[in-house]
């Protein structure tokens, strides 16, 4: 079974500060991940995705993330934080063995920009 | 990226009606659709596997008799509540993956919140 886990409910930041949203995964073969973001009664829009090649991705908004195969990572990572990113951040992962369509999510993260 | 819509966005009921959601792929083709919910400060669950013409695939738990899923298209799945009651009150949210598969990101709609009086 595969499986994510987002260790921190919430994560505050100071405006211009870098952040980090963390994310741990559990898959039997090799994996798809995602970041998506959410937005108060909105649905989730996707920010990035690592499927293959460079360990670092980059996504929309300044966001980007790095996939560590031996610490089965991929943390979420923006160098200057802007208040308007406050909102709800979700790690996804697709176990890509066996055609497996399922994805599954973490818990969420909010992440507070303070201004 | 591709565009999927959701309708209606709020929707308000009495106890005891249906309400149907429809999930729509604007400028795709989606032979699979995902319809889940999100209960407050809480993850995504998964409900059904929406497969245009067969069978929704629900998971554990979920009620096929109470979230009916038609999947009459290849861009529209409907979610309906059949007799709602207040406990069913929540954000259901659909997705939707290019038939051409690809690289495998899923696109949401953008929600719809169902309140049961």
């Known amino acids: 079974?595969?499986?994510?886990?987002?260790?921190?409910?919430?994560?505050?930041?100071?405006?211009?500060?870098?952040?980090?949203?963390?994310?741990t995964y559990s898959v039997?073969?090799?994996?798809?991940?995602?970041?998506?973001?959410?937005?108060?009664?909105?649905?989730?829009?996707?920010?990035?995705?690592?499927?293959?090649?460079?360990?670092?991705?980059?996504?929309?908004?300044?966001?980007?993330?790095?996939f560590n195969k031996s610490q089965t990572s991929f943390h979420l990572k923006k160098p200057s934080a802007l208040v308007s990113d406050s909102a709800l951040y979700f790690c996804a992962v697709r176990d890509i063995k066996g055609g497996y369509q399922k994805v599954t999510f973490g818990t969420g993260t909010k992440l507070q920009v303070i201004p | 990226?591709?565009?999927?819509?959701?309708?209606?966005?709020?929707?308000?009921?009495?106890s005891g009606t249906s309400v149907k959601?429809?999930?729509?792929?604007?400028?795709f083709q989606a032979t699979t659709m995902f319809w889940y919910r999100q209960f407050p400060k809480q993850s995504l669950m998964l409900m059904a596997t929406s497969n245009e013409g067969s069978k929704a695939t629900y998971e554990q738990g979920v009620e096929?008799?109470?979230?009916?899923?038609?999947?009459?298209?290849?861009?529209?799945?409907?979610?309906?509540v059949t007799s709602a009651h207040p406990e069913d009150s929540s954000f259901y949210i659909c997705s939707a993956r290019d038939s051409g598969w690809g690289s495998g990101e899923l696109f949401f709609g953008e929600g719809s919140r169902l309140t049961v009086l």
């Open chain 2, 64 to 80: 096929k008799d109470k979230f009916l899923i038609n999947h009459a298209s290849l861009t529209l799945s409907t979610l309906t």
């Open chain 1, 28 to 66: 039997s073969g090799n994996p798809y991940l995602f970041w998506y973001v959410q937005y108060p009664n909105r649905g989730l829009q996707f920010l990035l995705k690592y499927i293959t090649g460079d360990n670092l991705v980059k996504g929309s908004y300044g966001f980007e993330a790095e």
């Open chain 2, 21 to 27: 959601i429809e999930c729509r792929s604007l400028d």
């Open chain 2, 1 to 14: 990226g591709a565009v999927v819509s959701q309708h209606p966005s709020r929707v308000i009921c009495k």
């Open chain 1, 1 to 23: 079974a595969q499986s994510v886990a987002q260790p921190e409910d919430q994560v505050n930041v100071a405006e211009g500060n870098p952040l980090t949203v963390k994310c």
